[in-house]
C-alpha cells in the first residue's frame, strides 16, 4: 500500500528565512504526490503535484517542492517565509489500487515574525 | 462561484442517532471524497466516489454510509454503528484523481 510519512511534527522559522517540510513517500510504482495547506478550521487548499516532468515543481503562493526519486521524498520549500504562511500543510501520495489520495500526518509551520 | 459546500458547519449528535452530512458541489466534477480529521491523525478516507451511482469504501468505512445518486451530491450517513464519531469531516471533489481536490470548508461532528 502506498503511504507518506511527515518526520516533523511542527517546523518553526522566522519571516524572511527559507522554509523546508518534509515529505518521504513509498508508493509501488510510479509516484503521484501532491501538497495541501490548511487554515484553522478550514477544508484544505491544493498547492501543487507532481505527476511527471521536471523534478522541481511550482505551485501556489510561491511555494515549491523538490521530487528526489532516489531519497523517495518530495519536501516543500519556499525561499522567503511570511507569517501568513503558517498553517498545517499535508503531503499526500495517489494510491494507485484505489485511484484516492493517502495523506501524511500533517507539519504544522509556524513563522515568527 | 464554483464550489464545494459543506453542512451544516457544527453538528451535535446524541448517542444512538443516525446523522447525514451534506456535500455539494457544483463544479461538475465527477469524483468526490469523504476523509475524517482527527488531531494529529491527518485525514483518512472514509468513502469515495469516482462516478455517480458508484461508490467504494475507503480505509475506515465501517459505521458510515454514501449514497452518490446524482453528480452534485455525495451526502455522508454517521450511523449509531461508529462508536466514536467525533471528529472534523472534510468531503473534496476532483476532476480526476490525479488531479487536485477541492475541498470544503468542513463538518465539525460531536457526540453529546
Known amino acids: 500500500a502506498q503511504s507518506v510519512a511527515q518526520p516533523e511534527d511542527q517546523v518553526n522559522v522566522a519571516e524572511g528565512n527559507p522554509l523546508t517540510v518534509k515529505c518521504t513517500y513509498s508508493v509501488s510504482g510510479n509516484p503521484y504526490l501532491f501538497w495541501y495547506v490548511q487554515y484553522p478550521n478550514r477544508g484544505l487548499q491544493f498547492l501543487l503535484k507532481?505527476?511527471?516532468?521536471?523534478?522541481l515543481v511550482k505551485g501556489s503562493y510561491g511555494f515549491e517542492a523538490e521530487f528526489n526519486k532516489s531519497q523517495t521524498s518530495f519536501h516543500l520549500k519556499k525561499p522567503s517565509a511570511l507569517v501568513s504562511d503558517s498553517a498545517l500543510y499535508f503531503c499526500a501520495v495517489r494510491d494507485t489500487g484505489r485511484r484516492a489520495l493517502t495523506f501524511g500526518s500533517g507539519t504544522r509551520l509556524q513563522v515568527q515574525p | 462561484d464554483g464550489g464545494i459546500t459543506q453542512s451544516p458547519k457544527y453538528l451535535f449528535r446524541k448517542e444512538g442517532q443516525n446523522v447525514t452530512l451534506s456535500c455539494e458541489q457544483n463544479?461538475?466534477?465527477?469524483?468526490m471524497y469523504w476523509y475524517r480529521q482527527d488531531p494529529g491523525q491527518g485525514l483518512r478516507l472514509i468513502y469515495y466516489?469516482?462516478?455517480?451511482?458508484?461508490?467504494q469504501k475507503g480505509d475506515i468505512a465501517e459505521g458510515y454510509s454514501v449514497s452518490r445518486e446524482k453528480k452534485e451530491s455525495f451526502p455522508l450517513t454517521v450511523t449509531s454503528a461508529q462508536k466514536n464519531p467525533t471528529a472534523f469531516y472534510l468531503c473534496?471533489?476532483?476532476?480526476?484523481?490525479?488531479?487536485?481536490?477541492?475541498f470544503g470548508s468542513g463538518t465539525r461532528l460531536t457526540v453529546v
Open positions: 473534496a471533489s476532483s476532476v480526476a484523481d490525479l488531479d487536485g481536490y477541492t
Open positions: 466516489s469516482q462516478i455517480v451511482n458508484d461508490f
Open positions: 463544479l461538475n466534477h465527477d469524483a
Open positions: 507532481y505527476i511527471t516532468g521536471d523534478n
